[in-house]
């Protein structure tokens, strides 16, 4: 029994042209048995900032918590918000407090920047390595189904509605392939002035 | 015998005052000028540096020092407990930039000097610093240049223009005529050196002063080269 996998869960982040998504599934079980559909992984920290916390379902509402604590304080010392490139550094290093007793989550940031509106996304371990890329990011039980259909279907510079499409396609058919995951989606489209959040239903089991 | 100073030794007065810092401030008042003004392309501290003594080897020990790379601090006051505050700047910027991997902005990092001389004024067994810092800073994300005073007593301002130290009065009477607020960086160190020639005693050196400017390629402290140019346009 791995703790990885023992709620099972998936998130995927995808840049786009001036825009980035982000996705997740909806399941959440203890090992077979599906409790809820409705436990969402995916969590504001600012109107064009958005974490995913795939792993642990206890440990991905603590540290969205936490993270939330951290940039809270932030945003009203510093008077400005947060940047996506520097959210990730506080998430790098609230995983690396727990270096020999982590949290069990595998975060992905998909935003965009304050002021200047430039794309981001990236991922990190459970003990808060990180990895920025200009592609995708996957996360999760099913994140070699998400590797894979990743791989295939992205291309550079894709607007809004083809990312939207993009990233669900990527995702619903990764989880189909886990028993542990799915139960629906939430997909998250950030542009420079709008947020669109759509509900996908998919295969329910 | 250290159960004897768990008390603060900074206490209220009568009158609602806290002695020790307004004893502070008078140890401020009574050293070495210094002076602080803001461009609109950068940012200029200054100050003497009056040696008493020709042996004195006087490029050995810097007032004017960097915090970061875009952060510089000058001083009025006692000199070793500006030292301890330095230490302690270097090591909140660092720690910032550890969490975050961001240079700390010179607010945030002005407040974090200013409430560690707060905690000196409310801790058992300490006393105030007896030192006025001011902090020059350039802001790279916003683009815009910094200048702060931090006090004894942890307060914080945020300055154009300003003098410490000896005759901080009159500096500053000297620095509200000549302030503009389009002054340029070249001009300000001008203004500077000008307005720290009205409190000295004798002749003023590329030896005997100490220039420090932030702008946007980073802090760094003039050489006695440059500081010898500025003097000579003045005469």
Known sequence: MSIMSYNGGDVIAMMGKNCVAIACDRRFGIQAQTVSTDFDKIFEMGPKLFVGLPGLATDTQTVAQRLKFRLNLYTLRENRAMKPKTFMSVVSNLLYEKRFGPYFIEPVVAGLDPKTNEPFICSLDLIGCPMVTDDFVVSGTASEQMYGMCESLWQPDLGPDDLFETISQALMNAVDRDATSGWGAKVYVIEADKVTIKTLKARMD | ?235
């Open chain 2, 1 to 235: 015998m250290s159960e004897r100073y768990s008390f603060s030794l900074t206490t209220f007065s009568p009158s609602g005052k806290l002695v020790q810092i307004e004893y502070a401030l008078a140890a401020v008042a009574a050293g070495a000028p210094s002076v602080g003004i803001k461009a609109t392309n950068g940012v200029v501290i200054a100050t003497e540096k009056k040696q008493k003594s020709v042996l004195y080897d006087e490029h050995s020990i810097h007032k004017v020092e960097p915090i970061t790379k875009h952060i510089g601090m000058v001083y009025s006051g006692m000199g070793p407990d500006n030292r301890v505050l330095m230490r302690r700047a270097r090591k909140l910027a660092q720690q910032y930039y550890l969490t975050y991997q961001e240079e700390i902005p010179t607010p945030q990092l002005v407040q974090r000097i200013a409430n560690v001389m707060q905690e000196y004024t409310q801790s058992g067994g300490v006393r105030p610093f007896g030192v006025s810092l001011l902090i020059a800073g350039w802001d790279m994300d916003e683009d815009r240049p910094y200048l702060f005073q931090c006090d004894p007593s942890g307060a914080y301002f945020a300055w154009k223009a300003t003098a410490l130290g000896k005759n901080f009065v009159n500096g500053k009477t000297f620095l509200e005529k000549r302030y503009s607020e389009d002054i340029e960086l070249e001009d300000a160190v001008h203004t500077a050196i000008l307005t720290l020639k009205e409190s000295f005693e004798g002749q003023m050196t590329e030896d005997n002063i100490e220039v420090g400017i932030s702008n946007s390629s980073g802090f760094r402290r003039l050489t006695p080269a440059e500081v010898k140019d500025y003097l000579a346009s003045i005469g």
